[in-house]
């Protein structure tokens, strides 16, 4: 378990550490709300559209093939996001940035019930939830002091070294060990 939640607490920093400043970013692309709600709208819907499919691959592959792809999914993307200049671009990022927040959202759950089992699954989940949480939190406000001295491209590619240590890490990492 030690090594999902190091691999998931570098995973969630760098989306922590980004995400409010990525909604700054693509406001100031559109330049007003409708092609900012239009482009968050993408995200949702394509993260909704590609859940069913994503679950299935888990169940036939494994959940950690997909959070290894996700999490290097996601370096590969932080470091496009600064070069984007145009509403057509933020639109196609947010359509892939949505099925990789699904491959996340989906295979962190499944990850979470192979590795635990019994009467203990809600303290092992509970115990997770505590350790990726809390990096996150660190995450931000660390993030919020980062910001002032670095551009906001800066904290971009912090994101994508830490989702690549991630990838790393569930490289690493083989769930079938825990049980």
Not at 36 to 61: E, K, P, V
Request: proline share 2%; net charge positive; with cysteine.
């Amino acid at each position: 378990m030690k090594w999902f939640i190091t691999a998931q607490s570098f995973a969630l920093m760098a989306s922590s550490i980004t995400f409010p400043f990525y909604l700054l970013f693509i406001k100031n692309i559109g330049s007003t709300f409708s092609s900012f709600g239009f482009a968050y709208g993408l995200f949702t819907l394509s993260s909704a559209i590609f859940h069913r499919w994503i679950g299935a691959g888990a169940d036939r592959f494994g959940s950690n093939v997909f959070l290894v792809a996700y999490a290097w999914g996601m370096a590969l993307l932080f470091l496009l996001i600064p070069g984007i200049t145009t509403l057509p671009e933020v639109y196609v990022m947010q359509i892939v940035l949505g099925l990789l927040g699904a491959v996340q959202k989906t295979c962190e759950k499944s990850m979470v019930a192979e590795i635990s089992e019994g009467q203990t699954r809600g303290k092992i989940i509970g115990n997770y939830h505590f350790w990726t949480t809390l990096f996150s939190a660190i995450a931000v406000m660390g993030t919020g002091v980062l910001i002032d001295f670095f551009t906001i491209h800066f904290i971009f590619y912090i994101g994508s070294v830490l989702f690549a240590v991630s990838g790393a890490l569930f490289i690493l990492f083989d769930s079938n060990r825990i049980k």
